[in-house]
């Protein structure tokens, strides 16, 4: 042996290296089978069953607000049923008076200077000869009749015959005839009958006549209604999509409202014009989590835009009794009046202020709206109307300035109810 | 039987008191994550079957009725949630075979070694019709018929599927562990 291999020898022949640590976990670990069937579900069952994960932050304010629409559905389910039992009583009342004027044609009884003169069961015949006797008094009166041509245009050569037969009775006073006129008519002559009464009030003139009222034109509006406002925010500025996600998340619709003060003119017809003041107050609720003594706290604030609108609507009344349907629509000019509330920005470690921040433009801005206005008179002189309107509106512009991170979008949809005066 | 404590919680919820509501939701989210990871491929998904569950829980809350435990009652809502989310998804059981299985991942691991995070990837890792019920049968202990019930499928594939998932699982285990050898 030489000497180089007794140096190896001897260097080497009892070293004792190192064994890694987990190497005979490994050995162990090839060595055992990998479980099959119900001995494998078994291993996953007893690790994972009971297991708890993290839950990550900011869940429990997404499940607030997910659960916060439910409330909303509630509002609209409310105001749903309200709608239809408004239309289902709105039907009775129709209904019945449409009965009652039937049943008044075959026995009506009119007050003549304290006297009663009955008028004979009528057909559909001669409720048109009374129509066409009153036609005959307002031509021996001598004074023009608006609402008289119409009627005429409708009178079939039939009728006029029939009005030949019919002898003059002068002893009815010209109002009395129209009131058993158009209380008399039947049901199924209708296309007569809503053209009667969009003719707007027939006044008699001391002297016996008749003529559509050129006066009352005006009538004025006072009206209260919650809504509900859509908050929609855009991207104006590059990175601000995480300013949006923390605006989307901290602020939820609240009820909103506003008070109007309207004037509507009579046009020609079943058209009108309606204007007036609007005070409008869009409402969101601010919430957010922010850390007290130690525990997160949710606070919650409310965030108000104050708009003063004067909108411009023409109206359109379809024919009616007592009951009557408006169908509005028309655009609308707004002044943001105020602001005030909280919103959370990535770039501050607190809620900054609406109204300081410089965010909202103080100009005005233009929207539309549209509405569905039902009306219904109380009092003995009818001059007091219920009014109840489902309103929707959109304001088009957005309401934070141009430099603002993000662009503000409303819009809006309602209730309101509230009187309507005749204004002499 | 309810503890004194979670029956005034759940009567606290119950009349919507927010702090109520609150301090159930920190008592049973963990759980509820869990089996809704399970559930699901993602994290984001577990995420949003997470709040649909309490959403759904909160409005189901009268109709717990006190009867049986708390948990086990919200952890059957869970389920229910996370089997509707991907059925609302077209979740069709034919779909899935094996061909539909993932790519392997995970870290190298000796069977002996796996521990929760790796057992859950690799039950994330299964196609969905798998991993349903495997979760139903194995995990939460349904049986084959009220599976098929559940998803309006045969029993017959509710076996088919279990009997593949298993196979699934154990690949992944082994390849996992060659890896690591």
Known sequence: MSELDQLFR??????????????????????ATIPEGEALDQLFATTLANRQAAVPRGMWARIVAARRPAALRRYAAVALLFLFALAGGSYLVYDSLTAAATQGGRATQVQTDGTAAIVPPASPTQDRAILSDTADLRATSGTTATASAPV???TSPSTEESVNSVPPRSDFRPQQLATVAISTLPPEPLLLAPLLLTLGPINATPEGGFRASGRQRFQ???????????????????????????????????????????????????????????????RNQFEYESMLQGNDRLLRSNNRLRLLEVPLLASYELPGRRLRVGINAGPLLHYTAGVSGHYLDPASARPRELATAEQYRR?????WT?????????????????LVEPFFKQYTGSFTAPDAALSEHYWMGGLQVGLRKQLR | MLSMKEKELIEGALRDDERCQRALFDRYAPLLMGVCQRYCRTQAEAEDVLQDTFVRLFAKLPKYGFQGSFAGWARRLCVNVALKTYQRKRFSMEQTGLDNTPERGGAP????????????????????????????????????????????????????????????LQQQIAHRQRIAI
Not at chain 1, 14 to 31: G, M, S
Not at chain 2, 109 to 131: M, V
Not at chain 2, 151 to 162: P, T, Y
């Open chain 1, 10 to 31: 001897d260097g080497l022949g009892n070293r004792k290296p190192e064994v890694p640590a987990d190497l005979w976990k490994k050995i162990k670990a090839n060595k």
């Open chain 1, 152 to 154: 005429q245009s409708f």
């Open chain 1, 220 to 282: 004025g509006e006072l009206v209260l209604g919650a809504a509900y406002a859509h908050q929609r925010f855009g991207l104006q500025a590059e990175g601000s999509q995480a300013q949006r996600e923390l605006r989307e998340v901290s602020e939820f619709p609240e009820v909103s409202y506003q008070l109007s003060a309207r004037l509507r003119y009579r046009l020609g017809g079943a058209w009108r014009l309606v204007t007036g003041l609007t005070y409008t107050e869009l």
């Open chain 1, 363 to 367: 100009q005005l801005g233009l929207g």
């Open chain 1, 370 to 386: 549209t509405s569905l206005t039902t009306t219904y008179p109380i009092g003995k002189q009818r001059s007091l109307e219920l």
């Open chain 2, 109 to 168: 691991t000796a069977y002996a070694d796996l521990g929760e995070q790796e057992l859950l990837q690799l039950i994330q890792a299964l196609p969905d019709g798998y991993r349903i019920v495997f979760n139903l049968y194995a995990i939460e202990g349904y049986s084959h018929k009220e599976i098929g019930e559940r998803l309006g499928i045969q029993e017959a594939s509710s076996r088919s599927q279990l009997l593949k998932a298993r196979k699934v």
